[in-house]
């Protein structure tokens, strides 16, 4: 079985920079996934808005990995990737 591809995207930290930092590249990949593992569940939806996400947020599926959640096992967030899923 082909596995998914994993994407790092990264978040424009700079104010004001995110049109010089997003790419077309980035806006057609980012509607091709439909879930994502993330340090910061409101900078990253704010991101992907802003680079043009056109599925509905409430489509994706977010996984929440800050510094609270460090302690967990990783293995479930990669469940999609093995079944072939970017």
């Known amino acids: 079985m ?8 990264p978040v424009v930290m700079a104010d004001g920079a995110e049109a010089k930092s997003l790419t077309p590249f980035l806006s057609e990949t980012i509607n091709q996934i439909k ?8 900078t990253a939806r704010r991101c992907l808005k802003f ?4 599925t509905p947020q409430s489509e994706l599926i977010i996984h929440d990995y800050g510094k609270h959640e460090r ?3 990783l293995k479930p967030y990669f469940e999609g990737l093995e079944k072939g899923q970017n």
Do not use: D, P, R
């Open 2 to 9: 082909v596995k998914g591809t994993l994407y790092l995207i």
């Open 35 to 42: 879930e994502y593992i993330v340090e910061n569940e409101k």
């Open 51 to 54: 680079a043009g996400l056109q």
């Open 71 to 73: 302690g967990f096992s």
